[in-house]
């Protein structure tokens, strides 16, 4: 069974430094994978897809990669602004069996960065 | 404009009662899922959909029930089986693509 994993479960920098969050799962047999962020009390914004042929994709200030044979995927946010602050969630879509496209996710990293 | 709506956006339900969640898109979307978000966990599927008139369950779909009549919309009701129906549910679809588009959530409470 697919299971996700994101390393930190929180996260606090002070604002202006670079940063890394962690995602790994457990199959590789992964048909895409969605970086997501959540703001408190509410739904989920998407911020990058990576799919599987892919090893990275970008978007402004945050670029997320994708190694496929290792499990892992990062996200890179440059100059970390306290408006960055929320939840960044991590999922995995799945495309075997009766579960085509379903999402299987992470439990989060709260991030927080200090003005 | 386009995307995924979510109302109530708090509801309170009584023991004993049962209760509906609506989520509706106009993104012209094939596939709808419902998703239960509880505090430091992940999203946990619920139910999800895959064209009209067809859906399937998610991995916690006990005490939960779904109809999808129309392309658009994917209600989701919480009947009085469901013994902890305290959380926060989200609905999100995707078309034949890879993205998945996420609404505003409904804060379900027991009182």
């Known amino acids: 069974k697919q299971e996700v994993t994101q390393i930190p479960a929180a996260l606090s920098v002070p604002e202006g430094e670079n940063l890394v969050l962690n995602c790994s799962f457990t199959?590789?047999?992964?048909?895409?994978l969605q970086w997501f962020r959540q703001d408190p009390g509410k739904g989920l914004t998407s911020l990058l897809l990576i799919q599987s042929s892919q090893r990275e994709q970008t978007s402004g200030r945050l670029n997320a990669s994708l190694d496929k044979s290792s499990g892992r995927s990062t996200l890179y946010i440059a100059a970390s602004q306290p408006g960055d602050s929320a939840t960044y969630l991590c999922?995995?879509?799945?495309?075997?069996?009766?579960?085509?496209?379903?999402?299987?996710f992470g439990k989060g990293t709260k991030l927080s960065v200090k003005p | 404009d386009g995307g995924i709506t979510q109302s109530p956006k708090y509801l309170f339900r009584k023991e004993g009662q049962n209760v509906t969640l609506s989520c509706e898109q106009n993104?012209?979307?094939?596939?709808m899922y419902w998703y239960r978000q509880d505090p430091g966990q992940g999203l946990r599927l619920i139910y999800y959909?895959?064209?009209?008139?067809?859906?399937q369950k998610g991995d916690i779909a006990e005490g939960y029930s779904v109809s999808r009549e129309k392309k658009e919309s994917f209600p989701l009701t919480v009947t009085s089986a469901q013994k902890n129906p305290t959380a926060f549910y989200l609905c999100?679809?995707?078309?034949?693509?890879?993205?998945?588009?996420f609404g505003q959530g409904t804060r379900l409470t027991v009182v």
């Open positions: 999100a679809s995707r078309s034949g693509g890879p993205e998945a588009f």
């Open positions: 993104l012209n979307h094939d596939a």
């Open positions: 199959d590789s047999a992964i048909y895409n």
């Open positions: 999922a995995v879509i799945v495309n075997y069996g009766g579960s085509q496209g379903n999402l299987i």
């Open positions: 959909s895959q064209i009209v008139n067809d859906f």
